[in-house]
């Protein structure tokens, strides 16, 4: 499985991205997919997750600004990124295959190249 992550780039402050990340492979429709963050000198970080099904979750940071998404015919996930800040800089990586254990998130071993993103004040 391979995963092309694309749309990164830089954008002032309230402005939008689109990140998508598309999988090869025949996998992709039976597993959850992720966006992870990662701004430097800090953990990756899950920013918002989608299942199979559709259902999503959101960390609190990005909750009423980023919408996650999935196309299964297209094999691809996106990632909304709406009203943009400065502290959403970071590169963002797509994931697939993560699971849940109680009320953590274990990330899949699968991770796209990454995609910079730069919000400028």
């Known amino acids: 499985v391979q995963l092309q992550a694309s749309g990164g780039g830089l954008v002032q402050a309230g402005g939008s991205l689109r990140l998508s990340c598309e999988a090869s492979?025949?996998?992709?429709?039976?597993?959850?997919m992720a966006w992870y963050l990662q701004a430097p000198g800090k953990q990756r970080e899950l920013v918002a997750r989608i299942s199979n099904s559709g259902t999503t979750n959101y960390a609190d940071s990005v909750k009423g600004r980023f919408i996650i998404s999935r196309d299964n015919a297209k094999n691809t996930v996106y990632l909304q990124m709406n009203s943009l800040k400065p502290e959403d800089t970071a590169v963002y990586y797509c994931n697939l295959g993560s699971v849940s254990i109680g009320s953590h998130v274990r990330p899949g071993p699968y991770w796209g190249q990454g995609t910079q993103v730069t919000v400028s004040s």
């Open positions: 492979g025949s996998i992709f429709m039976g597993v959850n």
